[in-house]
């Protein structure tokens, strides 16, 4: 496809051999600079479904599913940073070469973040949408108990009727059909039609030890690309929240310590940015690296 020429319909479904792994990952295709989407925990490469469409025009988007995730193989170890970030550069290597910018949501942020720190010959630019600003103990959590109770694995159990309803309820803001056919790729359902995670309790399990015994505060200071730190600003009935707090202290704490980086609040909505606002998510995205050209 020629430059100028308008990149339209899905991305191409393809797959990469990384180490170990049978990598499955989603290529919106285009002729601009790579970008590398990393989705969250218990998530999928399709959490970008309805932002990537609005880069694509000036950047190519690449959405794995992580280890242990979507229809990448589930391995049983390797949810450490090290071979996280190890996977992401493997990736890379077979999509394009020199730097890419990374965008990261919640967890995939942390994943980013422990990227650019470990390999900055490959990161040109960071986007921590939700994510990579989790410390270990905190206000909210300061033990490790109280840590692993918040970041437990959320309610999948029942049909899909009985998960759709669930989850349709907490994601009343935006709950759409492309929404709903999202959040189906992240779970599997059963010869009794019992809906379950894809990510194993096992390995989320090593996930979360490791987000308590290495926060992303080690990476901070190791980070030197440009960096934008997305942030879901709270409905009005959460702006004095324990939690939101909580949250305001560790991206301002993010901000101070990640060399050059800054802070765009998205006002009144949720986690999944992505899915409530994607125009404003990708029009934030493009904003912050036009101005790095």
Known sequence: MSKGTPHQGPPADSWAGVEALSMRYLDWGGDGPPVLALHGLASSAHWYDLVAPKLREKYR????DQR?????????????WPTLASDAVGLMDRVATGRFVVLGHSWGGNVAINLAALHPDRVSALVLIEGGIVAGPSRSAPTWEEFRKRLAPRNVTGTRRD???????????????????????????????????????????????????????????????????????????????????????????????????????????????????????????????????
């Open 163 to 293: 998960f759709l309803e669930r989850i349709g309820s907490q994601l009343d803001m935006c709950w759409n059909e492309e929404v709903e056919r999202i959040v189906q790729t992240m779970v599997w359902e059963d010869e009794k039609g019992q809906i379950h995670d894809i990510l194993r309790p096992d390995n989320q399990a090593q996930v979360i030890w490791q987000m308590w015994h290495r926060p992303a505060t080690d990476a901070w200071p190791l980070i030197s690309c440009p960096t934008l730190i997305v942030v879901a600003g709270p409905t009005p009935d959460r702006a004095g929240s324990e939690r939101h707090l909580s949250k305001q202290a560790g991206v301002e704490a993010a901000s101070r310590t990640i060399k050059g980086s800054r802070v765009h609040w998205v006002p009144e909505t949720i986690h999944d940015i992505g899915y409530h606002k994607p125009r404003e998510l990708a029009e934030v995205i493009e904003g912050f690296l036009s101005g790095l050209d």
């Open 68 to 80: 242990g995730h979507g229809k990448t193989t589930q391995a049983e170890g390797g949810y450490d």
């Open 61 to 64: 988007i690449v959405a794995p």
